[in-house]
């Protein structure tokens, strides 16, 4: 078998057994916590026997090994029961919910990623002169203001003042794709701002360092212009590390949006998390979990992949 | 320009570079001064000299390029008559990798290992528009045809780490030749190979150059290699010009003392031991692996050493003699065989050895820089051993120290300096003077001139040939270079994959009838003889044919 194959399936087979580690540890996380769902749903002021009936019902009488199994294997197959709050079906509200959280990271992972990675190729172009010092600057200013400065700043600029775009952004399914755009506008803008700075600086750190090796020296005597050297020959080996900051970023965009929904009432997975949250409703919260779970453990297994695919020794062996 | 002019012109060249020593301010160092050369087309160079000479750094003055923080500060580079030093970045883009092009000493290094090599070798070719991509392409596969490369058509299509380092080297000169340039440099192209590579490389080289009638300069430390490619040759010493002749009239009458004493370099005459009656060491049927490797890179080797003598291991890389080593010191307990030293067996792993068997047995190392502590003086380096194996403390510690810097011929005033303030061959010194410290009956010296220059590496060997006949400790030394064989041996040992090849006294070794390896490496080593390369590729070639 081809040795990449090898590695791959290896890869794949830890990113599984990681899953399966993370749900586990969501469980008992949620078990631990003082009373349970029947206590949630009745109130403090339930009877004992009320209590009983309740956790008869809902199977929570079964042992812990059991429920989780049970909980599990309805996830596998995309059930993850009802809510507690509302009674609805989790897997519906989620996947509506899931789908807009997707469209606005996709928004920005689509525009953050290539522009990253093209400050952070200019950034090494113009190494320690001003494009290079504004691009620090300005990257390194909007990675210090907590997010949600950020996103009424630019609600502010761009909604109040410029009347550009709408400050609330709210989709449905009937929006064509450009208002969608639209409406998704100015959180993709903050979004975009909050994860610039970390890939840049790695773009720029890891083409850095390979700058001083001697193939470098070899493309510039071969008189091709600076950028081609560090576009051409540095770049491509410096991959590795560029994807796996890159597949973090883009693991925040779905996993840490939280704050930004909410700012923007934006009708994604977040709010939908923050809302279950305070109503105690561990079935959503677990089934969030888990979700959140699967797409860092995910994007973190594409990373893994493609820094070894960006390996010519390994795709191409003796 | 007529045709006349000079390709290239170089007129009382200055470089300078800003230099980071450590605990100091940084200052400005003359690197180059006052050099001046003419090169006519089609004409080699050899530029010549020891590490600090200057001559990579003239040799890429002629691209009007600076490594690192060196600046070309003075004089004139006329490169097909157009004064280059001064050129802007855009006209040098065009005149890098077009008019001139350059052959790094490690093409290991110096090729992309991410991109294919066909990419690499034709990308200046394409990058300045001389010629279609099929044309290109057609170019390169001509090229690596002249240069005796495996399948030419395919050579390409693989990445870097695909073919070995000899291929690596000729595919560089294909890559600077593919875009015909007036000039191509070639720094230290053989360097990093072992001779008998060399030989091939070198006689590709030679022929490239004769087909595409390209002007070169080729640089190397090596008088003996330059001989064979250069038209003329220049000395260089410290950044200035020592002399400068026909390659006939250096080898033959220089006219400079420093000349002479490159050429005489590794001339020491040393006179073999007989063995004796006991081997100090006994190597019997030695077979080793690195841990779960499939194949054995030590077979049954069996060599003896006797007291007070030196036994040379030499091969070229991956022969194992390195492995050896590994083996005596206890570094890698081998799978089967025995070592005896002073007629009792040493447990084959270091842990199982007493603080006696170990002070016994020291090393010398390649790399003296790395084998020193670099936050500790000199005093604590020598030191050292004789705390650990001889409780000598305070002023009797001391006192041994200075009796030992006197051994290496370092005086008064290094014990109190750091490695970083000695030179490549004070450092090798110290080293030395560290294993003497234990008082050991055998040193094992690995490559331990290697890194040095021919003059230094030659006071290195006196040294050592000194201290043998004074302190009577044997040494096992491990080397790639027949010269520092002839140098220093009593008998010699020639690995081969892993195994011993030839073995017995110097004499019986290195005089006829030879095995077949062995003579095609004696016969690869460069001799300071014109006309040398041809006559064994020559010889070679009817051999090959009478076959």
Known sequence: MHPVLTLVIQRLALGLLLLFAASILIFVGTEILPGDVAQAVLGQTATEQALANMRAQMGLDQPAVVRYFQWLGGALQGDFGVALSNGRDIADS??????????????????????????GLLAVRYRDRWPDRLISGITLTSISLPEFLLGYIIMFVFSVQLGWFPSVSNINAGMSLGQKLNAVALPAMVLTLVVLAHMMRMTRAAILNVMQSAYIET?????????????????????????????????????????????FVYPGMGQYLVDHVTKRDVPVVQACGLIFASVYIGLNLVADIVSILSNPRLRHPK | MSDSDPLLDIRNLRIEATVYAPGEVPRNAVIVDDVSLRLERGKVMGLIGESGAGKSTIGLAALAY??????????????????????????????????????AQSAAAAFNPARRLMDQVIEATLRHELCSKAEAEKRAVELFRTLSLPDPENFGKRYPHQVSGGQLQRAMTAMALCPRPDL??????????????????????????????????????????????????????????????????IIEAPREDYTRALISVRAIEHEEKKPTQEPLLRAEGITARYGAMADDVLSNVSVDLYAGQTLALVGESGSGKST?????????????????????????????????????????????????????????????????????????????????????????????????????????????????????????????????????????LKLLLNLQAREQVAYLFI?????????????????????????????????????????????????MKLGWLENVLATRKMESAGN
Do not use: W
Request: glycine residues 8%; aromatic residues 6%.
């Open chain 2, 66 to 103: 600076g490594r690192g923080g060196i600046r070309l500060t003075g004089g004139d580079i006329y490169l097909n008559g157009r004064e280059i030093r001064t050129a802007s970045p855009r006209q040098l883009r065009r005149l890098r990798g077009r008019e001139v092009t350059y052959v």
């Open chain 1, 94 to 119: 989620i996947s509506r919910r899931l789908g807009n959280t997707m469209f606005l990271a996709s928004v920005a992972a689509v525009v953050a990623v290539p522009l990253a990675i093209f400050l």
């Open chain 1, 219 to 263: 493309a510039e005597l071969k008189g091709l212009r600076r950028f081609n050297v560090i576009a051409r020959h540095a770049m491509p080996n410096s991959i590795a590390p560029i994807v796996n900051v890159v597949m973090l970023n883009l693991a925040y965009l779905v996993v840490g949006v939280v704050v930004i929904e909410v700012v």
């Open chain 2, 324 to 460: 050896m080593a590994r083996v005596i010191t206890g570094l890698l307990p081998p799978r089967a065989g025995t070592i005896t030293f002073d007629g009792k067996p040493l447990p084959p792993a270091l842990k199982a050895r007493s603080r006696e068997e170990l002070r016994q047995l020291q090393m010398i190392y390649q790399m003296a820089d790395v084998a020193m502590n670099p936050r500790q003086t000199v005093r604590t380096i020598i030191g050292r051993p004789l705390e650990f194996y001889f409780n000598l403390r305070g002023r009797k510690r001391d006192a041994r120290v200075q009796e030992l810097l006197d051994a290496i011929e370092l005086g008064e005033g290094f014990a109190d300096r750091y490695p970083a303030e000695l030179s490549g061959g004070q450092k090798q010194r110290v080293c030395i003077a560290r294993a003497l410290a234990a008082d050991p009956k055998l040193i094992i010296c690995d490559e331990v001139t290697s890194a040095l220059d021919p003059l230094v590496a030659d006071g290195i």
């Open chain 2, 184 to 249: 191509v440099i070639f720094d230290e192209p053989t360097t990093a190979l072992d001779v008998t590579t060399q030989i091939d490389v070198l006689g590709a080289i030679k022929t490239a150059i004769r087909e595409t009638g390209v002007a070169a300069l080729y640089i190397t430390h090596d008088l003996a290699v330059v001989a064979q490619v250069s038209d003329e040759i220049m000395v260089l010493r410290h950044g200035k010009m020592v002399e400068h002749g026909t390659v006939q009239q």
């Open chain 2, 479 to 527: 080397t790639h270079d027949i010269a520092t064989v002839r140098a220093i041996a009593d008998s010699i040992a020639v690995m081969y994959q892993g195994r011993v090849q030839r073995y017995g006294t110097k004499t019986e070794v290195l005089n006829p009838p030879f095995d077949d390896y062995t003579d095609l490496l004696l016969s690869s080593v460069p001799e």
